[in-house]
């Protein structure tokens, strides 16, 4: 079995944990050696998997690392780290899922269950798409990109380097999304995006009389 470590420590490390698992169930493929952080290791565990200081640790040689973070910024820092010390990133990809034989998934993804990649498409390394997602057809997307639970992405867009699509948000087809860019949770996207942009739902608030009980 292949050794892997896995960077967070937050909720998408008990995830990629329960997707290692379900992995393994099929085919033993990898062994978890810990959960890098470089938190305050309040838990001295998650999962039955120990806990690791990120200055304390020494990976061993011929292992594999994954980053579980959903923070595009962060996750570049530890990818560009990573090669430094030429560590391979592993790909974790849910086994329930069917990938079109010319979607190309860069190294060090993650793709959880529930979601759909279109085929033609192009997702660059070290990308997380979470649950139920729906990515479509000849989309070209960056490195270091995150899409959170139940979001869509229409066909032929294009999306650049270190950007975070948020939960629930919905790209129309042909839009092109800069670098380094924030699509907020509920958003929906009808035209393009500069880099260097965050963009949120504009929403009213409605306040409706209720009967009291």
Not at 83 to 92: D, F, G, R, S, V
Not at 102 to 128: P, R
Not at 134 to 155: A, E, Q, R, V
Request: with cysteine.
């Amino acid at each position: 079995m292949k050794r892997l470590y896995i960077y967070g420590g937050g909720s998408i490390s008990i995830e990629t944990i329960r997707l290692v698992n379900k992995i393994n169930l099929k085919k033993k493929i990898w062994d978890i050696q810990g959960i890098i952080t470089n938190s305050n290791l309040s838990k001295k565990s998650i999962e039955g998997i120990k806990l690791f200081n990120e200055k304390k640790i020494e990976i061993k040689v011929n292992s594999y690392a994954i980053c579980a973070i959903s923070d595009p910024t962060i996750k570049a820092k530890i990818s560009k780290k990573l090669k430094k010390l030429n560590i391979k990133m592993a790909t974790l990809v849910c086994p329930d899922i069917y990938i079109y034989k010319d979607v190309k998934l860069g190294s060090g993804s993650i793709v959880l269950s529930g979601s759909q990649i279109g085929h033609t498409t192009t997702i660059g390394e070290n990308s997380l798409i979470s649950f139920g997602v729906d990515i479509g057809h000849n989309l070209k997307i960056g490195n270091n990109f995150t899409i959170l639970p139940n979001s869509t992405i229409g066909g032929y867009v294009y999306i650049g380097n270190n950007v975070m699509i948020g939960s629930g948000a919905n790209i129309l087809p042909k839009v092109k999304i800069g670098n380094n860019s924030r699509v907020g949770i509920g958003s929906t996207i009808i035209k393009n995006i500069k880099s260097n942009t965050t963009v949120l739902v504009d929403q009213k608030k409605i306040i409706l009389p209720r009967k009291s009980i």
